[in-house]
């Protein structure tokens, strides 16, 4: 595939990358449109912004201009099809799948350069590369790296170009850029509106309740604000979250899950009743480090918290003794009456 130059009629939205793109080199792209009028040609897309398409029926040849409204479909739904699309985010794809991480967000991060030319264009897998970059940096707690491609111009095109359900979960992208921005109090208002109002008996909470959303979510929502809770300082309250987003995330988010109960062991780990050998506090720390250990191995803790890997010690619960049986009407039960004598007559 040939690299070009970006034509300067249709480079407004692709020169907005800044650093993401480069300006001397993107690759044209083929693809097979749909007309409305003229059928359905093969050609390769040369440059794209919010109107049109740059349209080309060669490699490098002449382009032309043509605008969405020619093509058929409404919307985001475009009968324009990627030739590549499969083939250039194979790579990236399987070292999501595999849990390499921040591999695969360079990887991604590179089809996003290389396809910077399609950014305009709906349901465009450049666009897909970006959301995928991100969310792969966010798995791998890069949360400085993800807020940087976060900020781009060109990560709009997340909620312009793709469809619904990227958009949701974008927005708790942007929320993890704040995180990484370390911007607290930014964070702290963002998650304001994920939160019930504390009226009535809720006041009498440690925290504020989350609003009706699915498991996934809460996990993310409890972990973020665990996260601002314990810059504060307020380890009670980051613990009550920490506690919440592991729970919630144990059976859906296996890697968030991690992250808190990791958190959890930090907080139990600095608090000076555990070198007093405090019981409570042993038993908090060996709760959550015995069943670290066994969800994800006992190596893949510090070396000092992997003592505490230890099933903790059970309250042994002991009957009270039984009380002896009153009689009827209450008072004391009469006492047992002496054997008569032999021959001792009775009145």
Known sequence: MKLIQIIPALSALALSAGNLISQEAVRETPVVIGLVEGGSPQGYIQNSNDQAIQFATSP?????????????????????????????LG?????????????????????????????????????EALFYQIESYRRAGLYAKMAQIVNLPVSKTIETKLSE?????????KLWALLGENKMDDLAAALESYQEPMTGDSKLLGTPNFKDLPATELAEL???????????????????????A???????DVLLSKLAMGAVMQIH??????????????????????????????DTMPPDYQR???RPAMVQMTAAPAEEA????????PAEEAPKEEGEKKE
């Not at 592991?246 to 859906?252: A, K, N, R, V």
């Not at 070198?275 to 480090?289: C, L, P, R, T």
């Open 246 to 252: 592991f729970t919630l995330g144990y059976g859906y």
């Open 222 to 244: 409890a972990f973020l604000r665990a996260k601002v809770f314990d810059a504060k300082g307020e380890k009670d309250k980051a613990l009550d979250d920490y506690y919440r």
């Open 165 to 173: 359900r990227y958009q949701r979960d974008f927005e708790f992208q």
């Open 269 to 298: 780990k600095a608090d000076p009743a555990l070198e007093k050998e405090n019981k409570m506090a042993v038993g908090h720390m060996q709760s959550v480090a015995y069943q670290f250990s066994k969800r994800f191995g006992k």
């Open 60 to 88: 490098g040849g002449n382009a032309r201009a043509i605008p969405y409204t020619a093509i058929k479909g409404e919307g985001l739904v475009k009968a324009i099809r990627f030739d590549e699309r499969v083939e250039a």
């Open 91 to 127: 790579e990236a794809r399987a070292l999501f799948s595999a849990g390499s991480y921040s591999e695969a967000g360079d990887a991604f991060g590179a089809v996003a350069k290389s396809y910077a030319i399609i950014l305009g264009v709906p349901q465009n897998f450049a666009s």
């Open 326 to 333: 009153k009689p009827e009407g209450g008072g004391d039960a």
């Open 308 to 310: 505490f890997a230890e």
